[in-house]
């Protein structure tokens, strides 16, 4: 209620009357009408508190399932069939090697389609409106349609990459590019017109204007943008599955054209086995994985307070 | 008074300029691409299947076991594994989701908000392997504990309960923060009348505050049906893995996805029934998820239209 303070005496004395009327109004809200509302807020808060309970009984229940095999023998350690020898290793260098492709993939191709969106193509283009139309609905394709793209065309034929750690990449770059692209281009958004025009009036081409002036000024945005995609790419399981990858891999990757393994799949692997040691290693797998992405994505939130631009 | 007009095209042809912007034209058309790559991958195969197993016979048979001999080829066991897997997830969705919503956009104090919106978030960012161990290892443990005897048997180790339990928990943000967004858009000063007349919060968020958000608020849910009819992982672990044509909750059933998981690996081969049958099940999958979002996209354009 305090959020307003009256500066002059007549605003003051309005301002005082109106906050009468309305105490008023406040105290003759029917007694059952006031009952319900604090029924109606404690069911919300309850909601709330289920949802949050759900995160925290995950994350809990995954510590205490693994705590016994989360020590560095479980970074170091190789896959094998043998649930106390067995490790992340393979499954982590996988994952580096798919993600440092993805990242090649998706910033440029999804930075130039959001500066091809915001910046050149006019709103009522029909080129625009199609893309914009097929990036909606791409972001809501399933993750396991995409491994059968990636099963059809890219592992086979006209591709025919095989079942390789390059294959996993282009797939998965192709499954979260609709995400680089909506939040680069709010970040392109963000930047005042001003600015082109100040460019382009002092005779800056059109892509000197973006490279010099509009670019660099939404680098925060997209990095945040290109950091979520990452993450929900470390995190996808199902699109894997129909490159082959779920079958037991006993070397670590090394390079784009190498068989290959991931974070999730080893982990889906282990959940498979019945004994329940594995389970334990997929628990402790669990918290790798989500202290990884927890990491990026305090990151990405540190980056977007850090450097957000107030125009 | 007429005065020279200054010259302000270019000056020399700038063919860097045109090279620029048809690289960036082709980036943005590759999702073009992807979308028609998606659908010819899908229909080819799937043509080529509904030459060898009849369309009728496919959307209507009760008997699923392609990879049996002899195969059989009735897709509506998984469809209803995939629909009451997803019914299930709504009905504990909805009410928290939505809840959440209302308390965000309504009850919170901004400080409260800037802090549980961003949990809420980290829930949307779980990878669903996760979420799939944990509907294993944790829920469905939780559901046979206490589980009332007069509902019938309880839970097996997989089970619809439980994979739908999880599915909840995954698209209760996506409720969330797609409600409250459209609750926001609601001008304050519809709120502010009501206020102002005497109501309570609660009269507010219910008699003025959730019509005026409606259609953004049924976009929410329609894209989490989305969302959830294409999970896999989830399903596939804690679902089991047997196609069984049942409404029930306790029972273990085998869902569209979790079909194209188990039999699309990648020694599959290419051309054979069992290849053409998982692009079926998967273009039934995709036309259902593209209709969801299609309906949801027009619903929120509406509300933005309303009060934008």
Do not use: H
């Given at each position: 209620m305090?959020g ?6 007549r605003?003051?004395?309005a301002?005082t009357?109106?906050r009468?009327?309305v105490?008023?109004?406040?105290s003759?809200?029917?007694r059952m009408d ?8 404690s069911?919300?808060?309850l909601?709330v ?5 759900g995160?925290?009984?995950l994350?809990?229940?995954a510590?205490?399932d693994?705590?016994s095999?989360l020590n560095?023998?479980?970074i170091?350690?190789?896959?094998s069939a ?10 982590l260098i996988?994952t580096?090697?798919?993600i440092g492709?993805v ?8 930075v ?5 969106l915001?910046?050149?193509a006019s709103?009522e283009?029909r080129?625009a409106?199609i ?8 972001a ?10 990636g099963?059809a065309f890219?592992a ?8 390789v ?7 998965l770059?192709l499954?979260v590019l609709p ?5 680069s281009r ?9 600015i082109?025009?100040g460019?382009?009036?002092l005779?800056a081409?059109q892509?000197q204007t ?5 670019l660099?000024?939404a680098i ?5 943008g290109?950091i ?7 995190g996808?399981?199902?699109?894997l599955?129909?490159?082959?990858a779920a079958t037991f891999v006993?070397?670590d990757?090394?390079?784009p ?12 692997d282990w959940?498979k086995?019945?004994?329940?040691e594995?389970?334990t290693?997929?628990a ?5 994985m989500?202290l990884v992405?927890i990491?990026?994505?305090?990151f990405?939130i540190?980056?977007?307070n ?5 125009w | 008074m ?7 095209e270019a ?5 860097g ?21 998606i ?5 080819v195969?799937s043509?080529?299947?509904f030459g060898e197993?009849?369309?009728f016979?496919f959307l209507?048979?009760?008997d ?8 059989t080829?009735?897709?509506l ?6 629909l009451?897997?997803t019914?299930?997830?709504l009905?504990f969705a ?9 308390y965000?956009?309504?009850y ?11 949990i809420?978030?980290?829930l949307?960012?779980?990878p669903t392997?996760?979420?799939?161990f944990f ?9 046979q504990?206490?589980?009332p005897g007069f509902?019938g048997p309880?839970p097996?180790?997989f089970s619809v309960a439980?994979?739908g339990l999880?599915?909840?928990?995954m ?5 969330a ?11 304050a000063?519809?709120?502010e ?7 309570t919060?609660?009269k507010?968020a219910t008699k003025?505050?959730?019509p005026a958000a409606?259609?953004?608020i049924?976009?929410s849910?329609?894209l989490a049906?989305?969302?959830a009819l294409g ?8 679902a089991?893995n047997t196609p069984n044509?049942?409404?029930?909750p306790?029972?273990s059933?085998?869902?569209m996805?979790a079909?194209i998981?188990t039999?699309?690996?990648?020694d599959?081969?290419t ?9 079926a099940?998967?273009?039934v999958l995709?036309?259902?998820?593209l209709?969801m979002?299609?309906?949801s ?5 509406r509300y933005r239209e309303?009060?934008e």
């Amino acid at each position: 209620m305090a959020g307003y303070e009256p500066k002059t005496a007549r605003a003051r004395i309005a301002t005082t009357a109106a906050r009468g009327v309305v105490a008023e109004r406040l105290s003759q809200q029917p007694r059952m009408d006031v009952i319900r509302n604090t029924i109606f807020g404690s069911v919300l808060l309850l909601a709330v508190a289920i949802a949050l309970a759900g995160l925290a009984l995950l994350i809990g229940d995954a510590l205490i399932d693994g705590w016994s095999r989360l020590n560095l023998d479980l970074i170091t350690n190789g896959p094998s069939a043998f649930p106390e020898k067995a490790g992340l290793r393979a499954a982590l260098i996988g994952t580096l090697w798919i993600i440092g492709l993805v990242i090649l993939i998706i910033v440029p191709v999804g930075v130039g389609a959001a500066i091809f969106l915001e910046e050149y193509a006019s709103r009522e283009s029909r080129l625009a409106r199609i893309v914009e139309l097929n990036v909606q609905n791409l972001a809501a394709v399933p993750s396991i349609i995409y491994g059968l793209l990636g099963l059809a065309f890219i592992a086979r034929s006209p591709l025919n990459l095989g079942f390789v750690v390059l294959a996993a990449s282009i797939t998965l770059a192709l499954l979260v590019l609709p995400i680089v692209i909506l939040v680069s281009r709010e970040a392109l958004r963000a930047v005042p017109p001003s600015i082109r025009e100040g460019s382009l009036a002092l005779g800056a081409t059109q892509w000197q204007t973006i490279r010099k002036q509009v670019l660099p000024a939404a680098i925060p945005g997209i990095a945040t943008g290109v950091i979520l995609a990452v993450s929900r790419a470390i995190g996808e399981t199902a699109p894997l599955i129909p490159l082959g990858a779920a079958t037991f891999v006993t070397f670590d990757p090394s390079g784009p054209f190498s068989g290959f393994t991931a974070l999730p799949l080893q982990i889906f692997d282990w959940v498979k086995q019945p004994q329940d040691e594995f389970r334990t290693l997929a628990a402790a797998g669990v918290i790798v994985m989500l202290l990884v992405l927890i990491a990026m994505n305090s990151f990405a939130i540190w980056l977007r307070n850090r450097y957000e631009q107030r125009w | 008074m007429a005065t020279a007009k200054p010259r302000l095209e270019a000056t020399s042809p700038r063919y860097g300029e045109r090279v620029i912007y048809w690289l960036l034209a082709a980036c943005a058309a590759l999702s073009v691409v992807t979308t028609t790559a998606i659908v010819i991958a899908l229909i080819v195969p799937s043509i080529e299947f509904f030459g060898e197993v009849p369309i009728f016979d496919f959307l209507t048979g009760t008997d699923w076991g392609p990879t049996f001999t002899p195969a059989t080829f009735g897709v509506l066991p998984i469809v209803v594994g995939t629909l009451s897997v997803t019914f299930w997830a709504l009905v504990f969705a909805i009410p928290i989701g939505l809840g959440s919503a209302i308390y965000l956009s309504e009850y919170a104090s901004r400080r409260v908000r800037r802090i549980i919106k961003p949990i809420l978030e980290i829930l949307a960012g779980i990878p669903t392997v996760a979420l799939g161990f944990f509907a294993l290892v944790f829920v469905t443990p939780l559901i046979q504990d206490v589980w009332p005897g007069f509902l019938g048997p309880e839970p097996g180790i997989f089970s619809v309960a439980a994979a739908g339990l999880a599915i909840g928990l995954m698209i209760v943000p996506i409720i969330a923060s797609v409600s409250e967004d459209a609750m926001s858009a609601v001008p304050a000063g519809l709120r502010e009348g009501a206020y102002a007349l005497g109501a309570t919060k609660a009269k507010v968020a219910t008699k003025v505050v959730f019509p005026a958000a409606l259609s953004g608020i049924v976009a929410s849910i329609i894209l989490a049906v989305s969302r959830a009819l294409g999970e896999t992982l989830i399903v596939l672990i804690a679902a089991g893995n047997t196609p069984n044509l049942t409404f029930s909750p306790v029972e273990s059933v085998q869902a569209m996805t979790a079909f194209i998981a188990t039999t699309a690996t990648g020694d599959i081969g290419t051309g054979t029934i069992t290849y053409k049958t998982v692009f079926a099940v998967a273009l039934v999958l995709f036309v259902m998820t593209l209709l969801m979002n299609l309906l949801s996209m027009r619903l929120v354009r509406r509300y933005r239209e309303v009060y934008e």
